[in-house]
């Protein structure tokens, strides 16, 4: 199932985020965290959940009625392969069908394995 994010969720984001390792640490560090979990807050944010339990998520901004932006897409590791991502995209892009949807990656591969154009330096969801 994948819904929108509620403030209630944070613990269990932040153990996602965090069995990402230090590559993630400044969203769940000092006062990354609490920056961070104010951002998921006022950003568009989809978690997916498997048997109860919180297993991805994408975050996403608004331009301000231009583009949207998908800042951050995560799935444990031992639920990657399953499509999941792919899900999660899927949501933001059904909520925004009459707008341009961007990627800002740091895992390109991901995004050039699921088809997506890249234009410059950010993938264009089609």
């Given at each position: 199932m994948i819904r929108r994010y509620i403030e209630n969720d944070a613990l269990e984001m932040m153990e996602l985020i965090?069995?990402?390792?230090?590559?993630?640490?400044s969203y769940y560090k000092g006062d990354g965290k609490k920056k961070y979990?104010?951002?998921l807050k006022n950003s568009i944010t989809f978690v997916?959940?498997?048997?109860?339990?919180?297993?991805g998520y994408v975050r996403?901004?608004?331009?301000?009625?231009f583009d949207i932006y998908i800042c951050d897409l995560l799935v444990?590791?031992?639920?990657?392969?399953?499509?999941?991502?792919?899900?999660?995209?899927e949501a933001v892009k059904n909520l925004?069908?009459?707008?341009?949807?961007?990627?800002?990656s740091d895992v390109d591969s991901y995004y050039i394995k699921?088809?997506?154009?890249?234009i410059?330096?950010?993938?264009?969801?089609?």
């Open positions: 965090e069995s990402e390792g230090e590559e993630w640490s979990l104010d951002s997916k959940v498997k048997n109860e339990m919180i297993i996403a901004i608004d331009d301000h009625g444990f590791k031992k639920e990657r392969g399953n499509h999941y991502g792919h899900e999660l995209i925004f069908l009459d707008r341009d949807i961007y990627v800002m699921e088809g997506y154009q890249k410059g330096s950010i993938f264009e969801i089609k």
